[in-house]
């Protein structure tokens, strides 16, 4: 079956434009994760969803940061105000539940110039 | 807070030889660990995990790892290198209790496999 898909694949932007990234999950799959990747930082996680419980935001770096998922299905992550040190790989994952393999997509390359 | 480490950011073999990649983790309670490989310009796939009641655990890939309590260890293992191993690899770590959802990971090593 389909896998985790996540779109852009590339997007690069200005300093101070707002960006959206897509995830679509695996279809039946509850739980959804965002996760970035950085040279400085390594694989960090940001925040997760599960079902209809509220979100853990927890990783989230400032408040620039937000992230919504519609319908149980679909989330976007928003990046407000972009700055350069957003720069990453922002991937996207998702499990049958929150104590279920997360399986993971190719991820959203940002370049903020 | 649990973590885990991984020793050496690159680990270097001739095909053929054996591959160990390190993976030590700080937990009280039985952690859930997984490996997971990442070939350039892709996203992150399953190797294996570790499951309760065994201390051996196959993957996909010829990749094997075994779970050490004594050692807080779960390294990884392939007997014979192949030149398509050559990626990163991850060892993480799923949290417990409120963050029950989150997975943590280690820094990663960059396997490089020669002819």
């Known amino acids: 079956g389909a896998g985790v898909s996540q779109s852009p694949s590339n997007k690069v932007t200005e300093k101070g434009k707002d960006v959206e990234l897509r995830c679509d999950p695996i279809?039946?799959?509850?739980?959804l994760y965002w996760y970035r990747q950085s040279l400085g930082q390594g694989l960090e996680f940001l925040i997760y969803?599960?079902?209809?419980?509220?979100?853990?935001k927890s990783g989230l770096p400032s408040d620039r940061f937000s992230a919504e998922r519609t319908g149980g299905s679909v989330s976007t992550l928003t990046i407000q105000r972009t700055q350069q040190e957003d720069s990453a790989v922002y991937l996207c994952?998702?499990?049958?539940?929150?104590?279920?393999?997360?399986?993971f997509g190719p991820g959203t390359r940002l370049l903020v110039l | 807070a649990q973590s885990v480490t991984q020793l050496g950011s690159h680990v270097s073999v001739s095909e053929g030889a054996l591959v160990l990649l390190r993976c030590n983790y700080s937990?009280?309670?039985?952690?859930?660990l997984f490996w997971y490989v990442q070939y350039p310009n892709q996203g992150l796939q399953l190797l294996l995990k570790?499951?309760?009641?065994?201390?051996l655990f196959k993957g996909i890939n010829g990749f094997e790892a075994e779970f050490k309590k004594s050692e807080t260890s779960f390294h990884l293992t392939k007997p014979s290198a192949h030149m398509s191993d050559a990626a990163e690899y991850f060892c993480?770590?799923?949290?417990?209790?409120?963050?029950?959802?989150?997975?943590?990971f280690g820094q990663g090593t960059i396997l490089t496999v020669h002819p």
């Open positions: 994952a998702s499990s049958r539940g929150l104590q279920e393999t997360q399986y």
């Open positions: 279809s039946g799959h509850t739980a």
């Open positions: 969803f599960q079902g209809n419980s509220a979100p853990d």
């Open positions: 937990s009280s309670v039985p952690p859930y």
């Open positions: 570790y499951t309760s009641a065994a201390t």
């Open positions: 993480a770590v799923r949290l417990g209790g409120t963050s029950y959802g989150k997975l943590t």
